[in-house]
T-cell receptor, first 112, second 113 residues
Framework: EDQVTQSPEALRLQEGESSSLNCSYT??????LFWYRQDPGKGPEFLFTLYSAGEEKEKERLKATLTKKESFLHITAPKPEDSATYLCAVLSSNYNTDKLIFGTGTRLQVFP | DTGVSQDPRHKITKRGQNVTFRCDPISEHNRLYWYRQTLGQGPEFLTY????????KSRLLSDRFSAERPKGSFSTLEIQRTEQGDSAMYLCASSVNREDEQYFGPGTRLTVT
């Protein structure tokens, strides 16, 4: 069964303290891996799509990387406004379905 | 604003009542998805449409749930005879192609009392 596991569940960082979030996946082939940011009470906001191992994407203080088994979201010198829940989702290569399979997310808090 | 919109944003209903939610996707997106999210969990897939055709339904979508997308534009999700376990955030998303990122709306928060 396709599965996505994110770690840690929660992360507290001091402003400027860089760190990484992990997303491990088990799927019968991968068509795409997606990172989203979600603020409390709001819908997920799209950040990145990664399609193949070795691929990297960057946006401001965020950098996403992908291997054959996991993805990392690196946060460099975070600011308090980066506080949110970060969700990882996969699209399996089973072409009978186009649903995203989400992990439970990592709740990030950045303190000044 | 040209993003995905959902209405209402909040709905409180009594157990046993019927509720209907609406989603307007990004205008050029022909794929529309419904997900449900409970506290502390990631979104769970419910169903999706390509244009007006409903192509997949999750086992989570019991016979009390029905979704439509007439004319391939907006979509509605109806829950009949609501139960307390239906309390959740209902999210709508849209995309252009099947491998593309899905853009989410703000969600409808349902509370069943």
């Amino acid at each position: 069964e396709d599965q996505v596991t994110q770690s840690p569940e929660a992360l507290r960082l001091q402003e400027g303290e860089s760190s990484s979030l992990n997303c491990s996946y088990t799927v019968s082939g991968l068509r795409g891996l997606f990172w989203y940011r979600q603020d409390p009470g709001k819908g997920p906001e799209f950040l990145f799509t990664l399609y193949s191992a070795g691929e990297e994407k960057e946006k401001e203080r965020l950098k996403a990387t992908l291997t054959k088994k996991e993805s990392f979201l690196h946060i460099t010198a975070p600011k308090p406004e980066d506080s949110a829940t970060y969700l990882c989702a996969v699209l399996s290569s089973n072409y009978n379905t186009d649903k995203l399979i989400f992990g439970t997310g990592t709740r990030l808090q950045v303190f000044p | 604003d040209t993003g995905v919109s959902q209405d209402p944003r909040h709905k409180i209903t009594k157990r046993g009542q019927n509720v209907t939610f609406r989603c307007d996707p990004i205008s050029e997106h022909n794929r529309l998805y419904w997900y449900r999210q409970t506290l502390g969990q990631g979104p769970e897939f419910l169903t999706y449409f390509q244009n007006e055709a409903q192509l997949e339904k999750s086992r989570l979508l019991s016979d009390r749930f029905s979704a439509e997308r007439p004319k391939g534009s907006f979509s509605t999700l109806e829950i009949q005879r609501t139960e307390q376990g239906d309390s959740a955030m209902y999210l709508c998303a849209s995309s252009v192609n099947r491998e593309d990122e899905q853009y989410f709306g703000p969600g409808t928060r349902l509370t069943v009392t």
